[in-house]
């Protein structure tokens, strides 16, 4: 074997005829198994991660966040909401800020404040227009270097599944050869094996 581990299940015996690629005997696959099921569950959090940050970079480019968006994940479940009420609090900044300017500007021409007073109110409308682009545009540039770091994490998770489902081929162990099974070491179910261990030997049918 290619591995150390212990014995499952053996379906041979000494003298015994096998056939090229029949199972002789598998071993114990828990700790692999264990981190197949750990790497699935990070494969399934990170595609709904990528699903929300889909939604949520989408909004964004439309600048449309009239509808509720279905995202999957807690993290940005989380992000979302706090996003949507900075974004609620400044436009209520702003409505605030321009009804003020407006007042500013309709007394303006009738000379009853002054041009500095005007400019004033002016400047703290577009402070706050500029603070809510702001707010997304930071947003959205956070969740687009996110997203690619995702991508990448995807891919890693990808490839680590590739890998532990090769290694799990390496737990089965099967005939090279049809021939006879000779020299079978004292083996059965819960006996330890180390890899590269010779287990026994198939005697090539002649």
Same mark, same amino acid.
């Given at each position: 074997?290619?591995?150390?581990?212990?014995?499952?299940?053996?379906?041979?015996?000494?003298?015994?005829?096998?056939?090229?690629?029949?199972?002789?005997?598998?071993?114990?696959?828990?700790?692999?198994?264990?981190?197949?099921?750990?790497?699935?569950?990070?494969?399934?959090?990170?595609?709904?991660?990528?699903?929300?940050?889909?939604?949520?970079?989408?909004?964004?480019?439309?600048?449309?966040?009239?509808?509720?968006?279905?995202?999957?994940?807690?993290?940005?479940? $989380? =992000?979302?909401?706090?996003?949507?009420?900075?974004?609620? +609090?400044? @436009?209520?900044? &702003?409505?605030?800020?321009?009804?003020?300017?407006?007042?500013?500007?309709?007394?303006?021409?009738?000379?009853?404040?002054?041009?500095?007073?005007?400019?004033?109110?002016?400047?703290?409308?577009?402070?706050?227009?500029?603070?809510?682009?702001?707010?997304?545009?930071?947003?959205?540039?956070?969740?687009?270097?996110?997203?690619?770091?995702?991508?990448?994490?995807? $891919? =890693?998770?990808?490839?680590?599944?590739?890998?532990?489902? +090769?290694? @799990?081929?390496? &737990?089965?162990?099967?005939?090279?050869?049809?021939?006879?099974?000779?020299?079978?070491?004292?083996?059965?179910?819960?006996?330890?094996?180390?890899?590269?261990?010779?287990?026994?030997?198939?005697?090539?049918?002649?």
């Amino acid at each position: 074997p290619l591995i150390a581990g212990r014995i499952d299940s053996l379906f041979i015996k000494e003298n015994m005829h096998v056939k090229a690629g029949q199972v002789l005997l598998t071993i114990k696959k828990e700790n692999i198994e264990s981190q197949d099921a750990l790497n699935q569950f990070q494969q399934t959090d990170v595609k709904d991660q990528l699903h929300d940050l889909g939604l949520l970079i989408n909004a964004y480019r439309r600048n449309d966040w009239s509808k509720k968006l279905p995202l999957k994940s807690g993290v940005y479940g $989380q =992000q979302y909401s706090f996003f949507m009420q900075r974004v609620t +609090e400044a @436009k209520a900044r &702003y409505q605030l800020a321009y009804k003020n300017y407006e007042r500013y500007a309709y007394l303006f021409k009738r000379k009853a404040v002054s041009a500095l007073e005007y400019d004033e109110m002016k400047l703290r409308k577009d402070n706050v227009f500029n603070e809510l682009s702001l707010i997304g545009e930071e947003q959205g540039n956070k969740w687009q270097t996110e997203l690619n770091q995702l991508n990448i994490q995807n $891919q =890693q998770l990808d490839t680590r599944d590739r890998q532990y489902e +090769e290694e @799990k081929e390496f &737990y089965t162990i099967k005939a090279p050869l049809t021939g006879t099974v000779q020299q079978l070491k004292g083996i059965q179910p819960g006996s330890s094996i180390s890899a590269n261990e010779i287990l026994g030997e198939i005697s090539q049918d002649s």
